[in-house]
Every structure is written in structure tokens, then in C-alpha cells.
């Protein structure tokens, strides 16, 4: 048979496209030609799947003009993931195995040029896709990238060492066999692995102090809220942020699903972050690019690698604006759109910001540590580089006094993380229970519906909103955070001391101009 036909997938976001493998085998002058809208990695796999072959004691047909198509021809690929499956259609086409046995499964891997498998990026992507569409299909994939890709429930997934693995699998009737030791690593179906324990997140007793601080991350954490914390250097504003992510829920696997996918597609997923939500901290010198994805083809931005986790940004001004002002829209809506001529590109971002900053550049204004050294235009200018759009849409600012010496050294531990968590999941889930979300995902008449106040609570915010020059958007993010500070006293209805509350999480900035 000179035609073969090989199924994979390319990567296009989460979404996994199906690709043919189309490999035909002609007489004429012997070449090898791979055609369908291939990337530089692609039309490189002629090489690696030739030394592969031979170096694995197959035969190539060098004799013969050779033509690769992978179908549709408009979709882009990428990446070493499509030089299984050529090798697999170049050995089907030339009858050393068998074409019909094929169908039914579906191939990703790199080939070394001794034949080895090596891992592929997006596996875990690439499994999804078949669960979410209820594709009942064979993946086959090198043995490090199926153990990712068996997280996905239901996935038939085998794994494979070696070309010649996999070869052995599908030999036609009556072949003279393989011999055994000839690839490395075996054939196996693979099973998702047990989850180990959730790697240990430091605990908020470690904070002296700080109890302002530690209320408002309970209450970040009960309602999904973002949070800006102002403060001067070393007051613990990092502390805080990273012992944030254990006062949220526990992933569902549906969520440990999607943010594991992501960081698959990003090529940073460990089978030891299984059901563990991601906190992702760039350095300020991050570009935009760097922040919401791209590249060609994109690849997902630190803001999807914090979906369903944390995204903590330290020393938030000295950000670039176009990397500030592009965290606006996911905060809205959650996920990120990346549009390029020919193509549209989505990715997951619901993440919850968490943000530091110091209220003057050399931090120190407002301090009873240390004198600031900063003028008052010096002042404006920094605090001006975070537009007002930008702060309308984070919900919390606080502020982080500095710690004294002695309260360091002889306070005692404070509340530890379990103890604030079981109260914040309490919330959430009365939330989820009376409106299917969190306080922080109300929208239009739910708003109305389910943040209802009391008659002198709508007094105190609108005359807070007025005094205060609010405009719509920062009212009604008070009233949610309102929503979530009577959830955590269990309070039915919104009274006029949880109005008082939330509006003083919305004055930091304006306290210390």
C-alpha cells in the first residue's frame, strides 16, 4: 500500500485541532517533501524521522519520492509533536505495519535520531480535548508526556519509550517479530497516578501582626476579590501574597483540569502540582507579550498561567503600562483573546490579583520608621503610573504599616492559614449555595438581586460613593465586597457595618497623597 493515514493534534490555544497525516509513497526521483502550512521544527522532522528509522533497524524508502501532507492545510503546526506519526505513515505506506490497525488511535511524540521518544508539550491539552468533545480514541504519546495526559478522567492513554514500541504494536499478521530488547522503555497503558499531597504552602502564622492585612486576604479569598496592597519596603506585602493561595477552596479536578492544561500548553506542568492552584509571580520587568501570551504560535502569558490561582504582581508601578493596562479586560471577563490575521486565539485567565506596591518611590511616606525623602510631584508621578480604570477594577486596597522591632521579635504567632481558610470556604460556598458564583462574578440585576441593602447601608454608600467621587464601576465593586464581609458573619442581609467596612478598603491611595 503506498497511502497511509496517521490521526493527531495540533494546538491552537486549549482547543487541540484534529490533524491527518497524509503519507503517500510514489516512484520517481527520490525525495522527501512535507507540505500543509508545517513551522521550521516540522519540515525539520525529514531528518529526524530518517535517521530514526534507520538507527532503529527499519528500512526508509530512500528509493522513493515521499510526500508528507498534514491536513486541513490552512491549520498551522508547530513543534517536533508530528514526528511519531510520520514515521508511523512512512512505515505504514511501505507495508512494514499494518495501515488498518491504526485507526483508533491517535499519535504525538519527538524522535531522537536513535528512535527515543522524547516528551511534547500540550499533552495534557491534547487529552482534554478528546474528553470535553467525547472523542473515544487511543493516545499514544512518549511515556513522561502520558502520565500528564492521564490525569484527564477516562483517557485511554499509552505510553511509549522507543519508535520501535510502538512499531511492535502494529506488525500485519504472520511479521517475523521484533526482537524485545530493541526499544527502551516499554509499552504500557498508563494510569493516572494517585495524587500525592498538596505541596505545603507557608502559613500566615508566620506574619506578626498585620491583622487588617490578614482580614482583608480572608476576605479577598471568601468572595474571589482582587487586592492591592500598599505599604513601605518590608512590611511583609510579599509575605502575605505568597501565603495567600491556602486560604483558597480546594481545586476541583474540573479546575485542576483546565489550569494544568494550560501550564501543559506552557510547557511547565509537574505531575507534583496536580490539584494545587498556581501562583504566578513575573518580575516587574515582564512585557505585555510576556503577560497575556503570544508568540507565534501563541503560547499562553503568565495571567492564563494563573488561572484558577493566583496572580501576584510586587512592585506594581514599575510594571510597563501596556502590561498594566492588559490585566483590564481578564479581569472582567476571565479569559484572554489573542487575535492575529489569520486566526483567533483564546485562553483561560480567571485568576484573582493580588498587588504591592510602595506609596512613594523610595517607600517610606507615611512611614513612623523612617522619614520620605520624596516631593509631592514625585509622589503623583508614581502613583500615577496605575491608570484609574485599573484601580476601579481591583476591589480591595490596603494599606501594610511597617513592623516594629519589638513586635517582631516578641509578638506571638498569629492565626494560622487553616483557621481563616475554613471561615473564607464557609463563605464561598453560602455564596455559591444562594447565586451559583462568587460575590466577586455579580453582574447586572444579580448585583440587585443578591447584594440587597439594608435602608441605612444604601444611605452610608450612597453618600460615600458621592463624598468620595466613585464612579458606577467602584460602587458596585463595594457593594460586593460588602456581599462577602456579611457572608463571612453570616448575615442574610447587608447592613450599614459591612457597608462601613467595605468602603475603607477602597481609600488607601487616596489616604496617603
Known amino acids: ?39 521550521v521544527e516540522v519540515k525539520e522532522a525529514r531528518e529526524r524521522v530518517r535517521c530514526a528509522i534507520q538507527n532503529a533497524g527499519l528500512e526508509f524508502p530512500n528509493n522513493k519520492r515521499i510526500t508528507v501532507n498534514l491536513a486541513p492545510a490552512d491549520l498551522p503546526k508547530d513543534s517536533g509533536r508530528f514526528d511519531l506519526p510520520i514515521a508511523l505513515g512512512i512505515l505504514a505506506a511501505s507495508g512494514q505495519i499494518d495501515a488498518g490497525r491504526l485507526a483508533g488511535h491517535e499519535f504525538a511524540g519527538e524522535l531522537s535520531l536513535s528512535g527515543q521518544l522524547r516528551p ?95 482580614r482583608a486576604l480572608e476576605i479577598a479569598a471568601a468572595g474571589g476579590h482582587s487586592l492591592l496592597m500598599v505599604g513601605p519596603p518590608g512590611s511583609g506585602k510579599s509575605m502575605l501574597a505568597q501565603r495567600f493561595a491556602g486560604l483558597l477552596p480546594k481545586m476541583t479536578v474540573d479546575e485542576a483540569l483546565e489550569s494544568a492544561a494550560v501550564a501543559s500548553l506552557g510547557g511547565r506542568f509537574e505531575t507534583g502540582q496536580w490539584m494545587c492552584r498556581p501562583t504566578a509571580s513575573p518580575h516587574h520587568t515582564a512585557s505585555a507579550v510576556a503577560m497575556v501570551g503570544g508568540g507565534s504560535p501563541p503560547r499562553p502569558g503568565e495571567i ?48 484573582q490579583l493580588i498587588a504591592a506596591m510602595n506609596p512613594c518611590p523610595c517607600g517610606w511616606r507615611g512611614s513612623t520608621i523612617k522619614a520620605c525623602r520624596c516631593t509631592p510631584d514625585q509622589v503623583t508621578r508614581y502613583q500615577g503610573k496605575l491608570s484609574g480604570p485599573l484601580l476601579d477594577r481591583i ?67 450612597h453618600m460615600a460613593a458621592t463624598r468620595l467621587g466613585w464612579s458606577a464601576r467602584s460602587t458596585h465593586r463595594a457593594l460586593k465586597v460588602a456581599r462577602t464581609i456579611a457572608d463571612l458573619a453570616g448575615s442574610e442581609a447587608i447592613g450599614i457595618e459591612h457597608v462601613a467596612e467595605a468602603v475603607q478598603y477602597r481609600r488607601v491611595l487616596q489616604s496617603v497623597d
Open 120 to 214: 511534547v508539550r500540550g499533552a495534557l491539552a491534547m487529552a482534554l480535548a478528546l474528553h470535553t468533545r467525547g472523542i473515544a480514541t487511543r493516545l499514544v504519546l512518549p511515556a513522561d508526556s502520558a502520565q500528564e495526559a492521564a490525569l484527564v478522567p477516562g483517557a485511554e492513554v499509552y505510553g511509549a519509550g522507543h519508535l520501535l514500541d510502538v512499531v511492535r504494536q502494529f506488525l500485519p499478521a504472520g511479521a517475523a517479530p521484533l526482537p524485545e530488547d530493541a526499544g527502551e522503555g516499554g509499552w504500557a497503558r498508563v494510569q493516572a497516578a494517585a495524587p500525592g499531597l498538596s505541596a505545603l504552602t507557608p502559613d500566615l502564622a508566620d506574619v506578626k501582626g498585620h491583622a487588617g492585612a490578614k
Open 395 to 461: 476591589d480591595l486596597h490596603i494599606e501594610v504599616p511597617g513592623v516594629s522591632a519589638l513586635q517582631l521579635l516578641d509578638a506571638p504567632a498569629g492565626e494560622a492559614t487553616e483557621a481563616i481558610r475554613k471561615r473564607a470556604v464557609a463563605a464561598r460556598e453560602l455564596a455559591l449555595a444562594r447565586q451559583g458564583k462568587a460575590n466577586h462574578a455579580l453582574e447586572g440585576s444579580e448585583i440587585d438581586r443578591h447584594a440587597a441593602l439594608e435602608p441605612a447601608a444604601s444611605r452610608f454608600l
Open 1 to 39: 500500500m503506498s497511502l497511509s493515514l496517521v490521526q493527531s493534534r495540533a494546538l491552537l490555544g486549549l482547543e487541540a485541532a484534529n490533524v491527518t497525516v497524509e503519507v503517500h509513497l510514489a516512484n520517481g526521483l527520490p525525495s522527501f517533501t512535507l507540505v500543509g502550512l508545517v513551522d
Open 304 to 351: 492564563s498561567l494563573a488561572h484558577h490561582g493566583v496572580l501576584f504582581l510586587d512592585e506594581f508601578p514599575e510594571f510597563s503600562r501596556s502590561a498594566l493596562e492588559a490585566l483590564r479586560e481578564p479581569l472582567e471577563t476571565g479569559t484572554i483573546t489573542i487575535s492575529r490575521a489569520a486566526r483567533r486565539y483564546e485562553f483561560p485567565a480567571r485568576f
